[in-house]
């Protein structure tokens, strides 16, 4: 059984709870053993960086410090792309200066020693032996369902930062999980482009514009839905469909799941048990489409 230490980050038991919802049903049916860290912390995310340098690298190293503690754990997992970033941002300064690792440790309770490295969370599900056991369980493909693969830029860019595990142009990893639960995944150009992420609360009208573009162009490609993979990337495309309807005046009613919804919901498993029903825009159409 594959065993990951998990990081949940602030989201996955608040604003994204059907994220974690759905994440710990679906690994438990894949036979997947996710480990929540011990006393985790906050990773940082945006403040810290814009605030000390230093503390936005002790903030994920205390947290790496601690799945070091976990018995049989060499990889962790941040499903916030947010959250994923600042350990890839860790881990990509640590190896290019040494040095800062008995600084950052200078901070810390107990050493960061990097045995335990950070995994794509999207790639635990999308790589072939992961995705074999996906097509074996699937009792309810969802066989006409058009999906955008949303994948924001955080998993995937900067590719000197990120560990590279698909293409930061053109990912294709949810694709490849949405073609394995039956569902036919769209090409379309906005994959990767930004939906304004934490510039929702300062910028807001960038925000909405922003979001606006990758609904239109996701609707104008023929999606039912489009899928997510960051807690953020969700909410902003997911909520503020309100806000693009009193500014432009168009109106999408665009589900936007968690890509591991669809694969638990493929799975046959209850759609309450994977939090349908806390996303902002009403799921019921794309629930009948596939006959859940």
Not at 142 to 159: E, Q, S
Request: proline share 8%.
């Amino acid at each position: 059984m594959p065993k990951y230490a998990l990081y949940p980050g602030c989201s996955m038991e608040s604003t994204a709870i059907e994220y974690g919802i759905s994440t710990h049903a679906v690994a438990h049916a894949l036979g997947i053993e996710l480990v929540e860290v011990p006393e985790w912390n906050c990773c940082g995310a945006s403040a810290a960086h814009m605030t000390d340098h230093l503390l936005s690298l002790a903030l994920p190293a205390r947290v790496l410090a601690k799945a070091e503690t976990i018995p049989g754990v060499t990889e962790m997992v941040a499903p916030c792309a947010a959250c994923h970033i600042r350990f890839a941002a860790l881990e990509y300064e640590v190896g290019k200066h040494q040095d800062l690792l008995g600084e950052i440790n200078s901070l810390l309770e107990a050493p960061y020693t990097g045995k335990v490295k950070l995994r794509p969370f999207i790639d635990i599900f999308s790589n072939p032996e992961t995705l074999a056991k996906i097509k074996e369980k699937v009792t309810r493909p969802l066989t006409g369902l058009k999906v955008a693969c949303y994948y924001g830029c955080l998993f995937v860019k900067p590719p000197k930062v990120v560990a590279f595990f698909d293409d930061p142009e053109n990912p294709m990893s949810m694709d490849n999980i949405i073609s394995a639960i039956g569902a036919e995944p769209l090409p379309w150009p906005y994959k990767t482009e930004c939906c304004g992420a934490s510039s929702a609360l300062t910028q807001e009208d960038l925000c909405t514009k922003l979001c606006n573009d990758i609904l239109k162009v996701a609707k104008d490609a023929g999606a039912d839905c489009i899928v997510a993979a960051c807690p953020m990337c969700q909410q902003n495309l997911d909520m503020r469909q309100v806000t693009v309807e009193k500014q432009y005046g168009l109106k999408y009613r665009m589900p936007i799941p968690f890509f591991t919804q669809l694969i638990g919901l493929a799975m046959g498993l209850n759609p309450k048990a994977l939090g349908f029903k806390k996303l902002f825009v009403d799921p019921a159409k794309v629930l009948q489409k596939v006959g859940a």
